[in-house]
């Protein structure tokens, strides 16, 4: 005879229910659905078995961080041993969960039929619509109670990260690099199509966006450019030639004259984008210095904006760190992806790593095969860049050279090392590292405690002249 025995995560602790004729329910979904909402109804259907309250708090932490992960807690794990009816030969036990993860885990561990699916669900619903009622002595107000105290302690300890460590600032910061990339863009060409009727020679002489908004905002009015102003000119384009030809430009010039007003409107926007775009360059070097510290192996790998494109793309490093080599090869190119599936055609070879310089460097014909191996380094590095207690660029840097052997191998056909060689020389390379910060951290300390001691005797000293 099957026996069903359903187990419910509480936030007070475990419970095991019996399901009586689960067979005959199982045949009759529809009738389970709407014995849900009826307790007399349901109390026919389920009969409280064991129940098993936390001890503390941390205890009920530790259990629900694990069974968000998938894993059995130890706590659980004996729980289950104990109260879950014994396999004979003639009857079968199936338990029924909620989340089909923690099942595979009770499954590998102790070995019990799971379901999941089904009237599993209904019932539990049911369990937990009348779950107060059906624990003697439970009163509903300890349930809030309860469930408020584990949900803030446990999106606590979700939130609490190291502050150095923080992807989501990669994410924001190159969101806001792309878009400033866009509106430096649109705001250069605003200027250039506003200031040419004043000087239209300009353009051709300084075509960069930056500088050509930095002359302008020192030219002004082009009548007033003398030769006094040649040597700052200079300094600005970084061209002796260059200054010269806007000078001889402006006198000799075929543009419109402009009035106080207009140009006043003009340096004023020229002003804001000289100052966006200097910021650009500041959160350029912010992301650059923020990727070597969360992520200095993909960084130093495929660079610093790519990567942290990849890490936006996935949703966090953890997130890209889960991802397998194929989806880090196509990151970026989804619609090219379910395209290609729909119509049946060829299926893109790379997204965003095709800015690398690895792919742009192959050659066509091997385009591809440098994608995949650029995709296995990049996923190898970001599970380092995520789960490392002390990451290191030496991974990545070892891993560049890889991609840059296999570059030579496509061409030449000269075989490049053996990855085992190459990563075990590179954790040679990151424990010596590892060791020499310890000791320059032990170092720091101890100066930092001479320091101490040296001011509390000063202070003591000095207290005991002034009682004198």
Known sequence: MAKLTVLYEHATGFTLFKVKEFEEIGSELAQVEKSV?????????????????FKTSVD??????????????????IFLETNVPKVGKMSKVTL????????????????????????????????????????????PKLEGVAQLGLGHSYSRAKVKFNVNKVDNMIIHSVSLLDQLDKDLNTYSMRIREWYSYHFPELYKIVPENYLFAKVVKYVGDRKQLTEDKLEGL???????????????????????????????NVLMFTNRVVSLSEYRKS???????????????MAALIGEQVGARLISKAGSLTNLAKCPASTVQILGAEKALFRAMKTKTSTPKYGLIYHSTFIGRAGRQYKGRASRFLSNKLSIASRIDAFADNPCN???????????????YFETGEKPPKNVDVMHAALQESLVLQEQNESLNTSVKRKKAKKEKKSK???IENNQENED
């Open 37 to 53: 909402r009826d307790l007399q109804r349901f109390t026919k259907i389920i009969e409280l078995l064991a129940f098993a309250p």
């Open 60 to 77: 009920a932490l530790e259990s629900i961080n694990s069974i968000s992960e998938g894993l059995l807690p130890e706590s659980l794990q």
């Open 96 to 139: 029924g969960v909620a989340d089909s993860k923690l099942g595979a885990s009770i499954n590998e561990k102790l070995g019990l039929k799971i379901q999941h699916t089904g009237f599993i669900l209904e019932i539990l619903r049911g369990i937990r619509y009348h779950f107060p009622s059906l624990m003697k002595g439970f009163a």
């Open 234 to 264: 200079e300094e600005i384009v970084m061209d002796a030639g260059k200054a010269a030809a806007i000078l001889s430009a402006a006198k000799s010039s075929m543009g419109m004259d402009i009035s106080p007003v207009d140009l006043t």
């Open 283 to 297: 959160l350029s070097e912010y992301l650059k210095n923020k990727m070597g510290t969360v992520a200095p192996n």
């Open 394 to 408: 030496i991974f990545g840097l070892k891993m560049k050279q890889q991609c840059e052997d296999r570059l030579k």
């Open 457 to 459: 005797k000063k202070k």
